[in-house]
């Protein structure tokens, strides 16, 4: 019996995690469930899986769920996620808290010895140089949820790393993939939420749009994977059948392949190193008729462009970035600025910033609150203009 | 240092095989080769690679190679091929003879306690009941040399066969996959011959066209990875860069790709568990730009369907198809019978056969000879008609 709890339970992971636990009631536990605001689903959770605690990150929202009354222990604050990640007696932290707020009860998780099945990007983006290390030091297993770092990680399955040649990531390209670049221009956060394939929050989809998401995951395969940035490609593929391909030294390629389905990833990674059976239909790639590949336009996708850069800039330069990018897309979604205005805000925040080691979590997080001040800024002037 | 006997040397698979050792003179020795009657090429081949012994199939070529008077040791008939293949100080054969003669050198070997990198598919079609166990009793392992099992091994990496589902053998359709049936009865050998992808013999090019060679195939499967029928399943892939696959209980589908040549897996058997650099060129998916799947039609080619009549009918029924089909293939060769007679006198002669249980390999070569008889006679009465 596996114990976990579970941050960002009612986001698209959480959600889809507790459907494949509520498939193998026998093989794992829900300890506690952690949430940023969305108090009604986790009501519902609660009757459903019993947890002992909760944490809701709101404060008004954990108030509105003490009116409700419910049988369990409620915390809250981040405190309260960092109480709910590192509680006694949990074996895995299933981490999918959207954005910054979910670095710290990850880090705190690892710190507490936690297994972690990392969803959110954030802790490997902002902090890979220091999660990494004290999950090696704490004997800490980090499982990849992303459809696509797991997709690798099932083609290594332990593989000598000496005889990877690249690891080459897919992207569906987004739904503005067919768009000129003067069209991005006019696109509608509404045009820019309709994921051709997958079904996913607001920031992770905005991010696909721009590959911004994609460029992230280049990053935390850096991370997961321990290789130089060169060794990471990325090819886009808009059925998003392969998941992700691994090249090896002698030219063989090993990929990964299922219907795009989050149940996929997020089961291998609380089974591994077990499958489980009844998680996904068969795919049948004769129905699909034909998958196909195109190289990344760079012009389109400056995003992705940007966080190679980042990348090999190091240190806070990727933490700066991502947070730089979290305010950009914030700011498309409210309709203050323009989709092509993102990578563009992202770039000038960035240009502004001088790289520094980030030796601290707390010094990546003050690192990534000025990038976020200095966003702001940038997107309040562009708007001015 | 492998030491290596390469009983087929001048066929493709072999010459293939002499092309990877040449690149890596380091970590293998040629301690022995064997060929059919190819004694031209096997005297450059002697030159090159300085094996101990040589063994020449055709009594008439070893005295022709005899006379060429090479710095070598010169065996020959099947008792020079088995020779070659059992000789002292030799880790690994390359089983690599086209066809039945192929079957007991390579059972010796393995008697011998040589690990066996197989390539000769009849080994197994004929005999897997014979050759898997005496494998197992011996502790030697059988690599796969086919493109496609080597693509099947490579995904399951050791995976425990309990959570595979299906493994699923991609084949190119061959030449003639957008033929009508009608047409097919009018196609010539030199058509046949010319497969898209792949550079091969005459025999597997022909067996390509009718898929008789995927049929082949999946008792190979059958009989290499321990797996019910029911679980072997094929896809047209026309492009043959997709290998094959393996779908697992959770549906998670791992695949191998690579350029299309036989070098690939080749090597693979070679290095194995290690993989060597400098194999194949990098594959290149965008520019490849598609890659497509179809269901196979079993009314186009009624070879593939015959085998796993074949299979599920069991013991000696596939050494029967088998059987006919090398002399089908023969007589279309000669002009003899149409392309879509082939799968016909195969289908007749099985019909002919009571399954036996092949107790032994002297057993299952009478039942061999039988069967190639007994197709010569209706391939005599077809033209008879």
Not at 65 to 71: A, E, H, R
Not at 132 to 146: S, T, W, Y
Not at 280 to 286: C, F, H, Q, S, T
Request: one cysteine or more; aromatic letters at 6%.
């Amino acid at each position: 019996m596996k114990r976990l709890s579970i941050l960002g339970s009612t986001g698209s992971i959480g959600q889809n995690t507790l459907e494949v636990i509520s498939r193998y009631r026998d093989r794992f536990s829900v300890k506690a469930l952690a949430v940023r605001n969305n108090v009604r689903m986790l009501e519902e959770q609660i009757r459903e899986f019993r947890p002992e605690v909760v944490a809701v990150y709101d404060e008004a929202a954990a108030s509105e769920l003490k009116k409700m009354n419910p049988p369990v222990e409620i915390l809250q604050g981040e405190q309260g996620l960092i109480e709910a990640a590192t509680l006694d007696g949990v074996d895995m932290v299933v981490s999918a808290i959207v954005g910054s707020p979910g670095l710290v009860p990850t880090y705190e998780a690892i710190k507490a010895g936690k297994d972690i099945a990392l969803a959110t990007k954030e802790a490997l983006v902002m902090a890979g140089h220091l999660v990494m290390p004290e999950a090696a030091r704490r004997g800490v297993k980090i499982l990849p949820v992303d459809s696509e770092h797991s997709a690798v990680f099932q083609c290594l399955d332990g593989t000598d790393m000496e005889e990877v040649e690249k690891i080459i990531l897919t992207a569906s390209g987004g739904p503005f993939r067919k768009k000129s670049v003067q069209e991005l221009g006019k696109v509608t956060p509404a045009e820019a939420l309709k994921h051709p394939n997958w079904d996913m929050g607001k920031k992770i989809s905005i991010d696909s749009a721009t590959l911004m998401n994609k460029g992230l995951e280049v990053m935390e395969a850096y991370w997961l994977f321990n290789v130089p940035v060169e060794k990471i490609g990325v090819i886009l593929h808009p059925q998003s059948i392969i998941h992700s391909m691994v090249r090896f030294i002698d030219g063989s390629v090993i990929s990964q392949m299922s219907v795009p389905d989050m149940k996929g990833p997020i089961s291998y990674a609380l089974s591994y190193p077990e499958r489980f059976g009844n998680v996904l239909p068969a795919l049948n790639l004769a129905e699909i008729g034909e998958l196909t590949f195109e190289e990344p336009d760079m012009e389109r996708y400056p995003s992705l462009a940007l966080t190679y850069k980042a990348l090999r800039a190091g240190g806070t330069m990727p933490c700066v970035l991502n947070a730089a990018n979290e305010i950009a897309v914030e700011a498309f979604l409210d309709g203050k600025i323009l989709f092509t205005d993102i990578s563009r805000i992202v770039s000038d925040t960035m240009s502004e910033h001088t790289v520094a080691r980030g030796e601290t979590i707390e010094e990546v997080i003050s690192v990534s609150e000025w990038a976020k001040q200095r966003a702001k800024e940038i997107v309040e002037n562009n708007n001015g203009n």
